[in-house]
Each structure stands twice: as C-alpha cells, then as structure tokens.
C-alpha cells in the first residue's frame, strides 16, 4: 500500500476519534484534542493527494477512499456541531450539505457503472477547503462577536459552495444520467 493510501485511511481512523473528543466533555481539553485532530486529518487530505499527484500513485482505491474520507470528516464535524449547539450550527445546514454528498456519491456510484470515473471539481475542492476552515472556526468557539460573524460567514459560505458545487457536477455530468433506468 501507498503512502497516498496509508494517509487517507489514516484520516478514516482520525474520524471517531474526533468525534469522541468533540462530544465527551469529560476528556480534560477536549475541544484541543478535537482541533488537533480534525486539523491532522485536514493535513492528511493535502498530503495524500499532493503526493499521489507527485509520485504518480493514484489508485482506484484513493479515488474512491479519498473523496469518501472528506465527506466523512466534515459530516462527522457537523453532526458534533449540531448535536452540541444547535443554535450555532442550523440542522437545515447540515441537512443541505449531508444531502448534496448522498446526491453526489449516488451520482458517482451511476457513473461508475458506466465506466465514467467522476474527478472532484473546483467547485468541490474549494467547498471541501471552505467546509473544513469553518469547521475549524466552529470547533475553536472564540466567544468575541466578531468571531461569531465570521462563523456565520463561513456557515452560509459553506452553504452557497455546497449547492454551487452540486450544480457543477451534475451540470458537466448531466449525460451520465442519460437513460437511467
């Protein structure tokens, strides 16, 4: 196995364990051993693909791993946010970007079946880069009003990314879904 590889399933292992720092309270500094965490597993997503790039590794299993370990993290960081303050982060919000990965994966999934191999786009990267630095911001909760406008900045930015990056896909893919069954 790869290095590319070794770290997206590292950043898959990352995941519960994040989760488990976010919402048990009783691990003394949780919210740092959260941060340090999901900021591992954001560094392991640059890596792993700047390397496979580099090195000329790409495999099938990091195609599909790769965008999957992504999904998961920041579906994970939302689930936490809502679960532990619902005021700060909206369940219609998680709602709209959980649901746009489910579009997208059933998407790839009726692609790959066609022998059409879907590769992330802009639009999806810059999503993914804006999900992940507001969910940074969230797990930090600075408590200064200005730090409480830019969460709601990057909440309804994440928002507006998701659904641009959705209409991308499906737009540059619409022939997949040509004579669907």
């Known amino acids: 196995m790869n290095v590319p590889n070794k770290l997206t399933i590292m950043r898959v292992i990352m995941i519960p364990l994040f989760a488990v720092a976010m919402l ?34 790409i495999t099938n299993f990091g195609k599909f791993m790769d965008p999957l370990a992504d999904k998961l993290l920041v579906c994970t960081a939302l689930i936490c946010f809502l679960v532990i303050n619902p005021s700060q982060m909206p369940a ?15 998407f790839r999934l009726i692609a790959a079946e066609r022998g059409v191999t879907i590769a992330a786009s802009y639009w999806g990267k810059v999503k ?41 896909y499906i737009y540059k893919n619409r022939d997949v879904m040509k004579d669907v069954d």
Request: proline share 2%; hydrophobic share 55%.
């Open 24 to 57: 048990c309270q009783a691990i003394p500094y949780h919210e740092y051993l959260a941060l340090i965490l999901f900021c591992g597993a954001c560094i392991t997503d640059f890596f792993d693909g700047y390397l496979a790039r580099k090195y000329n590794q």
């Open 92 to 106: 219609w919000v998680v709602i709209v970007i959980i649901s746009r990965e489910f579009i997208i994966s059933g």
């Open 128 to 168: 993914t880069v804006v999900q992940m630095i507001m969910s940074i911001i969230l797990i930090v909760q600075f408590q200064h009003p200005v730090f409480r406008i830019i969460e709601s900045v990057m909440i309804y930015a994440a928002v507006i990314l998701t659904i641009i990056s959705l209409v991308d």
